[in-house]
């Protein structure tokens, strides 16, 4: 069974300090890993995906599949980056589990 | 293009009454999923569909939950008799497929309040 964990509910920075949003997941293939982000009153909406190893909006994730991990990074968080952030396995031709999801907020 | 839409976007009910959601994916997308998200905690997939046909239900309670994609489009979801412990945001979303790299499309989800 796949599963995904993020272990921080909430996370609060200052505005131009680092961020990290941790994400484990176990599974037992080959997982597509993604970040899911949901600001006040919207859609959730996808982040990124770890396959197309890109930078969306400073944000980065890397798969590390000897940690099982797949924590999203930014270097200088933004006040417009607070949301909510989902972590989320897709196993082909299978469902798409998310993690509990983790709330950012970043102070002025 | 157009989005993923859902109706209605709040309905509150009595326990034991009877509810049904709608939802209309973005045109071409073979791949439909509901999930349910309870406050406070991740999405949770109740069923996938590939066109009309279901793909996973594994966590659908069924004694109470069903759902119908006719004609691979649209979709309803239907409780009944709905619990206290059915509120929570019912999302709909779309992909194009299930294969690799796929995006899922979210509506804006319907808020349940079962009283």
């Known amino acids: 069974a796949q599963r995904v964990t993020q272990p921080e509910k909430l996370l609060s920075v200052f505005k131009g300090a680092p961020v990290e949003l941790k994400c484990n997941y176990s599974?037992?293939?080959?997982?597509?890993l993604f970040w899911y982000v949901q600001y006040s009153r919207q859609r959730l909406q996808l982040l990124l995906r770890?396959?197309s190893r890109e930078s969306i909006k400073g944000f980065t994730a890397d798969l590390n599949k000897g940690e099982t991990s797949f924590h999203l990074k930014k270097p200088f968080a933004q006040e417009e980056d607070s949301a909510m952030y989902y972590c989320a396995l897709h196993a082909s031709g299978s469902r798409l589990t998310f993690g509990e999801g983790t709330q950012l907020t970043v102070n002025p | 293009e157009a989005g993923v839409a859902q109706s209605p976007r709040y309905k509150i009910i009595e326990k034991r009454q009877s509810v049904a959601f709608w939802c209309n994916p973005i045109s071409g997308h073979a791949t439909l999923y509901w999930y349910q998200q309870i406050l406070g905690q991740g999405p949770k997939l109740l069923i996938q569909?590939?066109?009309?046909?279901?793909?996973?239900d594994s966590q659908l309670p069924k004694d109470r939950f069903s759902a119908e994609r006719l004609k691979g489009v649209d979709s309803t979801l239907k409780i009944q008799p709905a619990k206290l412990e059915d509120s929570a945001v019912y999302l709909c979303?779309?992909?194009?497929?299930?294969?690799?790299?796929?995006?899922?499309?979210f509506g804006q989800g319907t808020r349940l309040t079962v009283v």
């Open positions: 770890h396959i």
């Open positions: 979303a779309s992909s194009f497929w299930t294969g690799m790299n796929t995006e899922a499309f």
């Open positions: 599974y037992s293939g080959s997982p597509e």
């Open positions: 569909f590939q066109n009309n046909g279901v793909v996973d």
